[in-house]
């Protein structure tokens, strides 16, 4: 297991048990705790080391998705498709600000949410989106959506090939002017 492995691992248990111990950690990763140990000396390392991964991680992917261009469906169906082999990690960020309050994580959590509320608003603005929701909360619900169906893929109540359909259907639906 690499490195970057070892730390997309560790955002799925920590994101479902923020308390899990060293010796937890290692144990659903499969490996030993001194293995961790020589990784990550400690739980702040390791820490750090999985909010810079998915802060570049999810900032990348936004870049990669080109929020800015095309209709707001069109972004959306780009924004799944960057994002979503990413979910664990978009998952993770999004609990640790809950959690933590690291001022890095609030702040990288502030940035995505803003790039995906400017696609709903560009949206509601050219009528394409509905306005009876806010941007704000249709940023959560596509965020959430996305970590959720992260979730349900390690979990294997959905598979892969299927999750980039399921995600943007939902969204599409939901959000858009009928």
């Not at 959590?109 to 989106?129: C, P």
Request: net charge neutral; glycine share 4%.
């Amino acid at each position: 297991m690499n490195r970057e492995q070892m730390l997309r691992a560790a955002a799925v248990v920590l994101t479902r048990q923020p308390d899990a111990t060293q010796t937890e950690l290692a144990d659903a990763l499969g490996i030993s705790r001194a293995t961790l140990h020589r990784r990550f000396a400690d739980r702040s390392r390791l820490i750090d080391a999985l909010s810079e991964l998915a802060r570049s991680q999810v900032s990348e992917s936004l870049r990669e998705a080109r929020l800015e261009e095309g209709t707001a469906t069109e972004a959306v169906r780009r924004l799944v498709a960057s994002t979503l082999p990413h979910a664990e990690l978009l998952g993770y960020l999004s609990a640790q600000t809950r959690i933590i309050y690291s001022r890095d994580e609030i702040e990288a959590w502030a940035q995505v949410h803003s790039l995906i509320r400017d696609v709903f608003s560009r949206g509601q603005k050219a009528g394409e989106i509905r306005t009876d929701m806010t941007p704000a909360w249709l940023t959560e619900v596509c965020t959430g959506l996305i970590a959720v169906a992260g979730w349900s893929i390690q979990d294997e109540r959905i598979a892969r090939r299927d999750a980039p359909f399921l995600v943007t259907q939902t969204i599409i639906d939901a959000t858009t002017v009928r």
